[in-house]
């Protein structure tokens, strides 16, 4: 029975009666695995990368769409009730948020029936939702993908050593299943680091999209309650 130690950190090898400390870097943990190992790495190194990317690119976006002036549906109830469209929709323009272009929609439908107005809100609220989870659809891939990667990792370390222990003439030695277990250990690992990092940048860029689409949903009710009401 071969017994597996742990990976640690630091080794202490005792050569001629003195004590010798081996460490182990993350580079020579990565490149122990050879060359199977480290293309899957690398792979895996650039799924991070766009994982990074498009969280912090969705984050500033929503940011930026979910500011909106406090008092930007009162100007605007005030500019329909006096009559003045055109002051609304400039006001909608300077604002150049999905509120205020779902706002500016309904204002250039304005004489037409309510469910018109209404229908026209949501088309264009669609769009405006699409937008907003531009590439979204992308972290939830590399969630699920980052692991699967990481897991043919695994299997091609497992079969780089049982190929080696074959060939290595029912000798068993550490150092011959060493490549195809760094593989294995290094790629599952790296693998999940990724697939965590996916998730949950996923779900928090989902948590702050939802509370974009309520604030625009918020928003065209009040606008539609608006004027339904009776002059």
Sequence with gaps: MIAFSTI?????VLTDGESVEKTLSIIELITSGGTSGMVIIFI???LLIVSVYIYFERIFAIKAASKVDSNFMNQIKDHVSNGKID???MLCAQQNSPVSRL?????SRIGKPLEDINTAIENA???EIYNLEKNVSVLATISGVGPMIGFLGTVIGMIISIFELANAGGTIQMDVLASGLYTAMTTTVGGLIVGIV?????NHVVGRTNKVVYQMEANSIEFLDHLNEPI
């Design 103 to 107: 706002i500016a929609k309904g204002l």
């Design 198 to 202: 996916a998730y949950v940048a996923f």
């Design 125 to 127: 609220g669609r769009l």
């Design 87 to 89: 002051s609304a929709q």
């Design 44 to 46: 895996l190194f650039l």
């Design 8 to 12: 640690q950190d630091e080794v202490e």
